[in-house]
Structures are given as C-alpha cells and as structure tokens.
C-alpha cells in the first residue's frame, strides 16, 4: 500500500523542465545566442537563471558579441586609468543602449614648442582612422588652393587627449578636396575630387601606413574594363562589405550634381578593383555634401546633403544589397512632435557609425549656410536587416524612437561645415578635425574662414 501511495504522488508531480537539468556552461552558450531583450525575460523566471542571465562574465561576452572586443579593451582602460575599478558589464550595457549626452574634449598636440608643425587649416579634406593611426589628407584652405599633404597621429589607448602629428613622406594622388577615402581592412581607398584647376577627378589610389607614421603608401589602383564612375567631387562613400566601397553622387562636370551610385569590387591583394552601377527602381535624387554610413554587411545608410536647386536635404535612404539584389529604400520616419524633426536637414556634416549601433551625426549647414553644432543619434537597430516590406521603394518608422538629440558637456566647439570625422576602433571616441565656421562673407571666396582644431567626442557611459 506504501510504494502504491508513493506511485500516486508521484504521478501527481510535473517533472521538471528540460532546460532545468542544463548546466549552467550550456545555458551560458545558448544565451550568448539569444536577443539582449530575451536574455531579460530569461532571467525573471528563477533565482538560478536571474543569477546567471545578471552575471558579470554574461554581459561582457554580450558586449563583445553586440559592439566588438576593442570597446571592451577600451572600456577596460578607462576605467584603469581613473581608479580601477569597473561597474557591472550589464549596467555600462544599458548605459549605452540609452546614450543620451557626449563630451567634447579639445586635442593638444605632445611638443608644444613644435605647434608650428602642425597642418594647416582646411575643410573638404579627409579623416580616416587606420591601424591606430589618424590619417589626415589634402582638403582646400584660405585663397582657394587645394592641399596634398598627408599627416599622421598615432592613436594611444591610455590618453586620447594628446597626440602628436607628423607630416608623412609619400608620392600623393596630387591635390585635392571633395574626395573620399574608406577604410578597407588596414588600408584607406580615396577616389575623386577636386584639383586646383577646378578639374573633377575619378581615380582611385590605395593607402597604407608605414614606418610607424612616418609614411604613406599610395598607388594607382588598377581598373579592371572600361566601365568607372564619371568624375566628380563632394559625392559620398563608405565600405559595403570586406572588399567593397560604394560610391554615390557628388558634383560632375559642369557643376551637375549627381544621384548615381556606382559599386567598387576590390581584389584580394588591393591591386585592381572593377567598378559597376547599380540599377535601382527607387529615384534617388541628385545631391553634393551628404554622407554614406556603413551600418551592417552590405548595407549602408545615405542621409542629408544639398540638392538641386540648392535645398538642403534631410532625407535618409538605405541601399540595401541581398542576394545578388541591390536597391534604394527610402526610409519615412513619423515623428510625434514635428518641431523635434526640424533642425536635422544639412549638408556638409559628418555621419560616424559609433559604439552601441549609432550613426553620430554632427554639425553642417543648414540653406542659408548657418554651421550648426548639434550631435543627433539614430538608432540603426531601427532599420530591420532584412524582410523589409517596401511600399513603393520605401518603409515608415517611428521617428521618435530612432532620433535622438544628444546633449554635448564641456567644451563647446564651434559650428562647422565640410569637417571631416572618424571613430576610433572602439566606437566610443570619435575625433574631428578642420571645416568651415560662421561670421563668413560667403559671396568672397578668399574670406571663407578654415577650421584646424582638432577635438574629440567621447560617449558619457559614467565610467
């Protein structure tokens, strides 16, 4: 009768869940799988699962799955440089999820009685940042003349506020402003611009940094055919996947401005590359000054610049390649208070990828040339990677959830256009340098005023 009583209890128990008899290392690998949003729920079902889901080891792997293992080096840094002593993975997690404010901080150069061999002022030049080096090359200045020096800093982890330029030896592509420059791998792909004569230029030149700074690489890069990008100068470019740049409009002959976007497919060994146009059903308008951001593989984000007729645009697009499938889609965003939407058309501003899934968007012009000094963020978890359902060649989100004006603290620079901007390999320090300030007379040429601080801004985490 006993073992019959025993045999009916235990009949009348659940047995427990399969995931209850994982170990806690099993569990841990399937939760570096999961979304950060069900690793949350996760952990409110049991005191075991809420100590594993909370635990310090969990969320650092999770920071370096989400945002790379240099921010975790650079946040571990930080905070070593201060006191030592580190907060919880899981509350810096969230403290970048709600990224609200940055800090501006002014860059000194090491030899202060070397402040003479400094570059010289500039705007539509380029920023790049290549094998902990900053690499700053040619751009226009006071009178008219276009540079074809090539400056480099090398970028430490203890310190990001002083550094120390110096003037690279190398064979230049020639003067220029209004060119890009991409990274890809260790190596920077500038095409096009300006030169001195007014001649818009499409030639693409690789670059590597060598002798510790003290050189730059560059050679003429190969085309494979016949087929290239028209020439032009203030158009836009990003890396779309490992070896790939995309190119998109800018200022052609004659002063046209372009819509066209054109695809760079760089060899293994850098050496030739082969270009084509990409064939979309969305119109994307022609304009000068807008940016290209690398966001996930094979898709970037376009946004703002000035079109035709002059107006400055806010518009954004994603140009989104799947399966041998390359198209534009413009992207709608719905904001609740159209106030909040007003200020963000520009031209001549900068758009950095940063850490935490961000696109930085600092400065610019607005149509009556006034420089702005506003940081806005958007959100690119807000723009699906896939399954994207297209009305037209477009798709609405919710403004309000993917902009976000960020408050800046301490040094305040000043507003500026046609800067140049680049993130280190962490994502949390984005330095710019150069550019255009207010109080012009515009109509002049020889009074336009160039910029050559150099500063950086660093995302607040309370660190």
């Known amino acids: 009768?006993?073992?019959?009583?025993?045999?009916?209890?235990?009949?009348?128990?659940?047995?427990?869940?399969?995931?209850?008899?994982?170990?806690d290392d099993h569990l841990f690998t399937v939760l570096l799988l999961l979304p950060v949003d069900s690793i949350l729920s996760f952990s409110a079902t049991c005191k075991r699962f809420r100590n594993l889901a909370c635990s310090d080891s969990l969320w650092e792997s999770l920071w370096r799955r989400e945002w790379g293992p240099s921010s975790v080096e650079s946040v571990k840094s930080s905070s070593s440089a201060r006191d030592g002593l580190l907060l919880p993975w899981m509350v810096l997690f969230k403290r970048v999820c709600k990224l609200d404010s940055v800090s501006c901080h002014r860059i000194t150069d090491v030899d202060d009685?070397?402040?003479?061999?400094?570059?010289?002022?500039?705007?539509?030049?380029?920023?790049?940042?290549?094998?902990?080096?900053?690499?700053?090359?040619?751009?226009?200045?006071?009178?008219?003349?276009h540079l074809d020096d090539t400056w480099t800093a090398y970028v430490g982890e203890s310190n990001q506020k002083t550094l120390k330029w110096k003037k690279a030896e190398s064979v230049t592509p020639g003067g220029r402003f209004g060119h890009t420059c991409v990274v890809i791998g260790d190596s920077l792909v500038l095409f096009g611009g300006i030169n001195d004569r007014g001649e818009r230029l499409n030639d693409t030149w690789i670059g590597r940094v060598g002798c510790h700074g003290k050189q730059l690489l560059w050679k003429l890069l190969t085309v494979v055919g016949a087929l290239k990008p028209p020439p032009r100068g203030a158009h836009a470019a990003s890396c779309i996947s490992e070896k790939t740049m995309v190119v998109q409009g800018g200022i052609g002959l004659s002063g046209v401005r372009l819509g066209d976007t054109w695809i760079l497919e760089l060899s293994e060994d850098l050496n030739s590359g082969t270009w084509h146009e990409v064939v979309s059903n969305a119109l994307l308008p022609p304009r000068s000054g807008h940016t290209l951001t690398y966001i996930r593989e094979n898709q970037v984000v376009l946004f703002g610049g000035r079109g035709l007729g002059y107006d400055v645009l806010g518009d954004v697009w994603l140009l989104d390649i799947q399966e041998q499938c390359e198209r534009w889609i413009q992207i709608f965003y719905d904001f609740q208070d159209l106030e909040e939407s007003a200020s963000l058309p520009r031209v001549g501003h900068s758009a950095t990828l940063i850490l935490g899934g961000r696109i930085l968007i600092y400065g610019g012009e607005d149509t009556f040339r006034h420089k702005k000094d506003d940081f806005w963020a958007l959100d690119v978890k807000t723009i699906p990677s896939k399954g994207l359902q297209l009305d037209g060649g477009s798709v609405c989100l919710n403004g309000s959830k993917a902009w976000k004006r960020l408050d800046g603290v301490s040094y305040k620079p000043k507003g500026r256009s046609f800067h140049r901007a680049c993130a280190d390999s962490s994502g949390r320090y984005v330095y710019v340098f150069g550019g255009m300030v207010d109080g012009l007379h515009l109509a002049v040429t020889s009074s336009l005023r160039f910029e050559s601080e150099l500063f950086m801004v660093e995302l607040l985490l309370g660190l």
């Open 1 to 23: 009768m006993a073992e019959i009583a025993s045999t009916s209890a235990g009949r009348g128990q659940s047995p427990p869940a399969p995931i209850m008899n994982l170990a």
């Open 113 to 145: 009685e070397e402040s003479s061999l400094l570059p010289l002022p500039r705007a539509s030049h380029s920023l790049n940042f290549v094998t902990d080096y900053l690499v700053l090359f040619g751009g226009g200045r006071e009178g008219g003349r």
